[in-house]
């Protein structure tokens, strides 16, 4: 085809705009725009008309004040004398541990699942298809509600742990109490315990900042242990004897900062009719997290399949004909091939497990929806503002998840040209 | 003389020996897969062991379920006269009693055959769409159902559905009528513009009119008095037939090399992939009267919907999103070599291609979708889970009832929900073209 070089001397006509290629991506773009803009003049001067009959305007202040109102789960000092803003923060944090624990369980479950669905075993191959399936294909708010009417409803009262032939009994070497009220297990006692720092208003437990900094400095440590046994093997062709190292880089910051802090285990017992000590969960919490975790790990554990299944035979077979173990070959050929189909759509359910914590409000678990959402939003009557903070709040954390889990997709994402 | 004997020679073949009683049948396939490893055996007990466990734990009492009794306590007396005392069972008889509630609410009990019949014309109207083994033209009714679904669903007048099918026919009309005049892009902008007219300002006063006329109308039904399974399908059907173009239309936007338009999609499905589904409902439900004109008031099933459209469309879009990246870069380019145009390219050569590679996602988007029609029971509808368990337990007769409620509306959720995914299995592999 010829390249016509010169332009048409006609110059610019209006129609134009819509026959030709070269303007009409901006025409549709301008017409978009102006109809987009219209919509959201109309609805912003709805609003302001609306707020204008009501006689009341857009405010936040309301945040500051007293609540008035107590939760049953507290991760942060808060009494019902703080302020929603307090309660709203209270609410985020069990959002936020209700989300942390379901990912944490949902994983391993669902690895195990979707691994344990490609089995040989014809019986735990079909028992494992029938678990994906009914759990994929029932509401969530149903297994909400179901396990929750399990524990509230099938579970042995506190006082029926009592006696001498009592009607139930603990379980994990009388470690664990399932109540119809709350779940008693064992926790962590400090004797040494630091205490709170307050920087304004950020309160941090600085026992719990301390064992995050062994943790992550024992995994830092160990990384670095290792990149230096590659160095040395690399260059020499002798790996140097690294096997106590890492476990001294994991385990001793972890077991110094216990000792330190003089932790002992608390293990729950029964007092009179209730059982004191360890920590008690309630029902509501534990409920939620084992329907959020069994409901992802479903998909989670399909995802697994598809990933697993997505790497070729030709692959194990390669690494088997390079004289690989069996172990070696899944860490180091199948997995890092798998893991490239898997993570993308496990952050996806990560971020699903996360927004579908709001089906707290079923079981009464008082997280952000119940907190900001619930009782400040009925309190105070400030909708508006209460709804538009907490989309807010559940925008930035979806957006924060996705980040984070795209920064490692792309680090084992498979590098192409 | 001769020799004694003729040596040894064998005319016929032996026949095979049976194989070692372990590599024949039951038995080897048990040791294949059952036994291979420690452990697996191991792994098969425990299996097996769970699975009698629950069984044994759950049959019985399922088995010793009364489907007749009019109460909890009745229940209670019928299984402990006929087992023996302490003895429990289900009691069924609750879903024998308020089957009509579960899948209807509160709707009219004289008005049952409506929704009923909407139903069964719903079946026909999606046969020809899932197989098309079925004659072409039933598509034609397809196109008419959503208007005759609504009418005999919430009543009122016929015109007011009829009026607005007949904006399409006023799309079409402008647009023969403007296409000798004006050229094909203005008439498709005409087609665009006249029935967004006609809705808004010519439906209204016209169904009236009609409606004086010929008055043929059947008896209204508030969004309120609906519940249990309608709703549920209502909303559900609604939500997928409406979702799936809105998707693709975002998916396109969001892949256009316009600015404008693709920052705008990219804008709206991060947000609504964003936040859940909840808040969304609540501020259908809340707030969107802030939103509009003072004074107006629309109805709650269908803020819902709108709601429920929105949401999950932006999941489609990403979806077919996933569909359209995976197509290889030389089906645009033989698509533009050809000279075809946007849309008959996306039509005749893209479309088909990407949503083939997205049929599982968008089938597994709508099963979520109908599974969060749930939901609604936060928002104040009946939804059959919640809203009409809540409801039925209400009544001093159920008082009491746990298990049989929510295994009902669990098994009627899983059949759904299961065909629909067998049903994306058989489109996919007939839709397969790959010689594997």
Redesign the interface.
Known sequence: MAVVTDEPKAGFRLGMLIYDTRYRSITIQIVVLILVMAGVAWLVDNLLRNLAVLGRGIDFSFLGNRSGYDINQTLVEYTNDSTHARATLVGLLNTLLVAFLGCVAATVVGVLAGVMRLSKNWVIARLMTVYVEVFRNIPLLLWILIIFAVFTEALPAPNAFRGENPAASMVLFDTVAFTNRYTAIPWLIFDNSMGWLTLGPVYLNIDLVLIVTAVVGGVFANRAILRRAKRIQEATGERPTTWWQPILALFGPIIAVFLFLGTHVDAPTLQGFNFTGGLQVSNSLVALWLALTLYTAAFIAEIVRAGINAVSRGQSEAAFALGLRPGRTMSLVILPQALRVIIPPLISQYLNLTKNSSLAIAVGYMDLRGTLGGITLNQTGRGLEAMMLLMLIYLVISLIISGTMNIYNNSVRLKER | MKATSDPFVRREMLAPAAPPITEAGAVKWMR???F?SPL?VI??VL??G??VYLVSHIAPWMLRGVWNAGSLSECRQIIEARYGEGVTGACWALIRERWPQYLFGFYPSELYWRPVLAFVLMLVAIAPVLFDALPRKMLWFALVYPALGFWLLWGGSVWVPVMALAGFGVGYVAAKVVQPLAGT??ASIAAVLAPVLWWLFAAGPVAAALESLIPIALQEVRSREFGGFILAFTIGFTGIAFSLPLGVLLALGRQS?????NK?SVGFI??I???????LL??AS??L??????GTDFDIILRVIIMVVLFAAAYIAEVVRGGLAALPRGQYEAADALGLDYFKAQRLIIMPQALKISIPGIVSTF?GLF??T??V??VGLLDP??GITDAVRASTDWKGV??EP?IF??AI??II??SM?RYSMYLENKLKTDHR
């Open positions: 294949e897969n059952l291979s697996n792994l098969t299996g097996i769970a699975v892009i203005l090399d316009m600015f404008i338009v705008l991060e947000f992939r964003g936040v859940p589904l909840i808040t609540f501020t809340l707030l009267n802030y939103f509009l004109p003072p099963i599974k969060d749930t939901l029971v936060f889970l919640k746990y298990w929510y509306v669990g959720f899983f929900c299961f995914s």
